[in-house]
Nanobody
Framework: QVQLVESGGGLVQPGGSLRLSCAAS????????MGWYRQAPGKQRELVAS???????NYVDSAKGRFTISRDNAKNTVYLQMNSLKPEDTATYYC?????????WGQGTQVTVSS
């Protein structure tokens, strides 16, 4: 079955950086679009960044210039580099895949930005 496993979350001070990873057990990973979503308490889940099967990226306005999504098809892994973190970035971050095998979600990794 398809599995997505996130890692790299943690507690960081404002202005700090974190790098999230999502490892996918998908043999056709190269044909899938990947995304990072986040959900804060009391708020709806939102798409933070996405990358298509051919490498085209997109970002929510609040992440532009601070976050970078990338993928390594040889490792079946997608990354989210987060710089200049702000308290409002605090949320559970989820990895998502969409492709020939349908849509799948990871269990999430917690990111907390606080002094």
């Amino acid at each position: 079955q398809v599995q997505l496993v996130e890692s790299g979350g943690g507690l960081v001070q404002p202005g700090g950086s974190l790098r999230l990873s999502c490892a996918a057990s998908i043999s056709i990973f190269r044909l899938s679009n990947m995304g990072w979503y986040r959900q804060a308490p009391g708020k709806q889940r939102e798409l933070v960044a996405s990358i298509t099967n051919v490498g085209t990226t997109n970002y929510v306005d609040s992440a532009k210039g601070r976050f970078t999504i990338s993928r390594d098809n040889a490792k079946n892994t997608v990354y989210l580099q987060m710089n200049s973190l702000k308290p409002e970035d605090t949320a559970t971050y989820y990895c998502n895949s969409a492709g020939p095998l349908g849509r799948h979600w990871g269990q999430g990794t917690q990111v907390t930005v606080s002094s």
